[in-house]
T-cell receptor
Framework: DGGITQSPKYLFRKEGQNVTLSCEQNLNHDAMYWYRQDPGQGLRLIYYSQIVNDFQKGDIAEGYSVSREKKESFPLTVTSAQKNPTAFYLC????????????FGPGTRLTVT | AQSVTQLGSHVSVSEGALVLLRCNYSSSVPPYLFWYVQYPNQGLQLLLKYTSAATLVKGINGFEAEFKKSETSFHLTKPSAHMSDAAEYFCAVSDRTATGYALNFGKGTSLLVTP
């Protein structure tokens, strides 16, 4: 089955540690996205990538980093510089960056204490 | 930038009653509009989308939405609520960036369905 996989479902880290969230897709989509979801705030765009080896900052990129070395993979690193990292993180993809419809993974809930 | 506003963070309906979730958009160009549904601790699932082909858009699970340019609205409706409709609903608008498209989401409306 084609889809987007995010792992793990739940992730716990101590404050001051970097943590990497995985996102893999087998839809052969060119574009991939990372969103952060907080209660009552909807989804906010962190980073997006149109094509391999290229990515752009979204609205709330500070404290985050990404890489896109393979078409299928778009990992997100939450660094210790992110002031409030506890949140639900959603990865999405679209056929191309000019395609408006996005498909979402199941999400990773990160808790930092 | 294009944006959407969802009116009402929580909506409660009785099972079998009409569901109406409100969304207004702000866009300087003809928008692409979407409704997504999210069940607890899951990702988002596309319910329906408007891409200017028809003003009344039918989606999955019996939902539909009507694009009204004069009112800048894209409200989501379902004639008869089912218990399984209880979820978080997000309206989104596609926003052109320098290098492609991104989605701008509303803050969501939590739908509660009571027996």
């Amino acid at each position: 089955d084609g889809g987007i996989t995010q792992s793990p479902k739940y992730l716990f880290r101590k404050e001051g540690q970097n943590v990497t969230l995985s996102c893999e897709q087998n839809l052969n989509h060119d574009a991939m996205y990372w969103y952060r979801q907080d209660p009552g705030q909807g989804l906010r765009l962190i980073y997006y990538s149109q094509i391999v080896n290229d990515f752009q900052k979204g609205d709330i990129a500070e404290g985050y980093s990404v890489s896109r070395e393979k078409k299928e993979s778009f990992p997100l690193t939450v660094t210790s510089a992110q002031k409030n990292p506890t949140a639900f993180y959603l990865c999405a993809s679209s056929i191309t960056s000019d395609t408006t419809e996005q498909y979402f993974g199941p999400g990773t809930r990160l808790t930092v204490t | 930038a294009q944006s959407v506003t969802q009116l009402g963070s929580h909506v409660s309906v009785s099972e079998g009653a009409l569901v109406l979730l409100r969304c207004n958009y702000s866009s300087s160009v003809p928008p692409y509009l979407f409704w997504y549904v999210q069940y607890p601790n899951q990702g988002l699932q596309l319910l329906l989308k408007y891409t200017s082909a028809a003003t009344l858009v039918k989606g999955i699970n019996g939902f539909e939405a009507e694009f009204k340019k004069s009112e800048t609205s894209f409200h989501l409706t379902k004639p008869s609520a089912h218990m399984s409709d209880a979820a978080e609903y997000f309206c989104a608008v596609s926003d052109r960036t320098a290098t492609g498209y991104a989605l701008n989401f509303g803050k969501g409306t939590s739908l509660l369905v009571t027996p």
